[in-house]
């Protein structure tokens, strides 16, 4: 494990936990900036759209090479909606409302990324299961944070679903910009366990994304980066929702989103940077 890892490691336990207001329901006061961005469904119903046989990834591609001031790592986080999740998520043997998100961590001093998936007790903010790649140790990729030669670098996590509508892999990639850019590869996990009751899976439920920090009280401040976030289902189309009611991390950041294009397409895009928002 490289040293500077071992800091990632050494908090694995309460990188992306869910801060108190969590339970209380705060919201930010500007929307479409750090971790209030816009959220995506398969339908346009509350809580009941579901996506079947498919999932849904999400992708960060960079339009211009991203640096950040504070915070050693930051995190792109596929994050479920908080009240849906609390009224339709699967809960644990206790009857405790379960929450389920991926993310990619990712630090630019030596270009090291982790990927995982969380799980936490709504009711007490507390997490109850988690799985890192790589044994909580780093993958390498040249060009991490890079935009360069006409390429940027490019960071995905999706979640596949089953007949069911409910989650069974979970895939990560992630590759550099620039010249001689590296990459991870694709790396997948199935994210069973005996906490989820219903076939010991989780829903896919109405989600954002949010490049973050990775401590709650931490946020990440970004001097430089912009580029397109993408949404995209497998097999259903895609829709924008504005942000949600309460927000469901309590990392949060600087960065600025812009409004989502191609609503009810096969895929949604927005820009992100430190320009304007939606």
């Known amino acids: 494990m490289k040293p500077s890892m071992i800091l990632i490691a050494a908090s694995a336990m309460g990188l992306l936990l869910v801060s108190s207001s969590f339970v209380l329901g705060a919201h930010a006061s500007t929307n479409w900036i750090g971790n209030d961005n816009g959220e995506f ?10 996506i079947y046989n498919g999932g849904v990834y999400i992708e960060m591609q960079l339009g211009a090479s991203m640096t950040y001031s504070n915070g050693g790592t930051m995190s792109l986080q596929y994050n479920p909606d908080k009240d849906i999740s609390y009224s339709y998520q699967v809960k644990d043997q206790f009857n405790h409302p379960l929450w ?6 990712a630090q630019s001093s030596d ?29 390498t990729v ?7 030669s006409g390429t940027g ?20 990639t992630a590759s550099g910009g620039g010249s001689g850019g590296g990459s991870t590869g694709t790396i ?3 994210p069973e366990t005996n906490l989820a009751p219903n076939n010991g899976y989780w829903l896919w439920l109405r989600s954002n994304a949010c490049l973050c920090g990775l401590q709650g009280n931490t946020p990440v401040t970004f001097t430089a980066g912009s580029g397109s976030m993408y949404a995209v289902p ?11 009611s309460h927000i469901s991390t309590g990392e949060d950041g600087n960065m600025d989103y812009g409004c989502f ?7 949604l895009t927005q820009s992100f940077g430190l320009s304007g928002h939606c």
């Not at 936490?120 to 790589?134: G, K």
């Not at 497998?234 to 949600?244: E, Q």
């Not at 294009?261 to 895929?267: V, Y």
């Open 111 to 139: 270009n090291c990324v982790i990927f995982t998936y969380q799980v936490y007790n709504m009711d007490s903010a507390t997490q109850e299961d988690h799985w890192f790649s790589n044994s909580e140790n780093c993958y």
């Open 261 to 267: 294009s191609g609503n009810g397409t096969t895929t």
């Open 100 to 105: 389920f998100q991926t993310a990619v961590l």
């Open 41 to 50: 469904d398969s339908c346009n119903a509350w809580g009941t759209c579901r």
């Open 188 to 190: 997948c996990i199935d």
């Open 142 to 148: 040249s060009g991490l944070f890079t935009y360069g």
């Open 234 to 244: 497998a097999s259903n189309y895609i829709y924008a929702k504005a942000p949600p």
């Open 153 to 172: 670098a490019v960071w995905t996590a999706q979640e596949y679903t089953d007949s069911s509508g409910y989650v069974n892999d979970a895939c990560f």
